[in-house]
């Protein structure tokens, strides 16, 4: 019986070219749009490509323990340690919710699902940093409202993408058509 996280080889490279190519993209897209959401979408997107193509549990938390690591390494964002927290606690969020909606839905709709339970685990952890910077609960709630609504809409967005970009990596024999996705 294999444990969770114990990956093949090739796994373990597609997590690492994940991680390492949100916060590539990431840093080079450091896009000043005004919307405090924008930066679910690459981070929504390959958690559920990852997934997606490794298809195991643990693959999402893998990827995003590992993108917060190479971001405090290269010095990307600001936060220092801390930004280890902005990658992984929506990626294990993500992970865990896998187990609920494990076979519930069709690809699409869990992949929305999975990553609205990551976008509010990107937004609680926004919540806790308002209340800890001594803002008011008050404008609190509102702060964690509105990024979570601006969050959501771009999860929702590269959520929706990702089907398609599986279906297309297993028309090509990239990935196993076989896999458990």
């Given at each position: 019986m294999r444990k969770i996280c114990d990956f093949r080889l090739q796994d373990a490279l597609f997590i690492g070219f994940c991680?390492?190519?949100?916060?590539?993209?990431?840093?080079?897209?450091?896009?000043?749009?005004?919307?405090?959401?924008?930066s679910m979408f690459l981070m929504t997107f390959f958690y559920l490509i990852c997934?997606?193509?490794?298809?195991?549990?643990?693959?999402?938390?893998?990827?995003?323990?590992?993108?917060?690591?190479?971001?405090m390494t290269l010095g990307v964002g600001k936060g220092g340690p801390l930004i280890l927290i902005?990658?992984?606690?929506?990626?294990?969020?993500?992970d865990l919710s896998?187990?609920?909606?494990?076979?519930?839905?069709?690809?699409?709709?869990?992949?929305i699902l999975v990553g609205l339970v990551g976008c509010f685990a990107w937004a609680v952890k926004g919540w806790v940093?308002?209340?800890?910077?001594?803002?008011?609960?008050?404008?609190?709630?509102?702060?964690?409202?509105?990024?979570?609504?601006?969050?959501?809409f771009f999860t929702v967005l590269a959520a929706t993408i990702v089907p398609s970009v599986l279906e297309r990596l297993k028309s090509h024999d990239l990935i196993n058509s076989n896999g458990k996705v």
């Open positions: 991680a390492t190519l949100l916060v590539v993209m990431k840093s080079m897209l450091r896009l000043k749009l005004g919307l405090s959401g924008h997934y997606g193509v490794v298809g195991r549990l643990g693959a999402i938390t893998s990827c995003g323990m590992l993108a917060g690591i190479v971001a902005k990658f992984a606690l929506p990626a294990l969020a993500m896998l187990i609920v909606f494990a076979g519930l839905f069709t690809l699409r709709w869990r992949c940093e308002d209340l800890l910077v001594g803002m008011t609960l008050e404008v609190a709630m509102v702060q964690f409202s509105l990024s979570m609504l601006k969050g959501g």
